[in-house]
């Protein structure tokens, strides 16, 4: 059977998708307007999101996400870079 997580980003709802392979459960994650990537950390731990915000109001952040309780445990500014 697959082990692992695979973390999406889904830019309509301005969430992540935590999906756990093994028993194929999948957590929501609100993480900001406009999630555009999302990458897994190599040893499993932490996720991260870009937030790419709207047209109108542009995103300038990372998304930190402790995948083990599946939540955003801090924003991170990369200001004024969009």
Not at 45 to 71: H, I, S
Request: proline share 5%; glycine share 14%.
């Amino acid at each position: 059977a697959p082990t692992g997580l695979v973390l999406t980003a889904n830019q309509q709802s301005a969430d992540a998708t935590l999906v756990t392979l093994g028993d194929g459960t999948a957590r929501r994650i609100p993480v900001g307007e406009g999630p555009h990537e999302a990458a897994i950390g190599a040893d499993g731990t932490w996720g991260v999101v870009t937030v790419y915000g709207t047209r109108e109001t542009r995103g300038t952040q990372l998304a930190l996400v402790d995948l083990a309780r599946g939540t955003v445990v801090r924003h991170v500014s990369l200001a004024p870079y969009t």
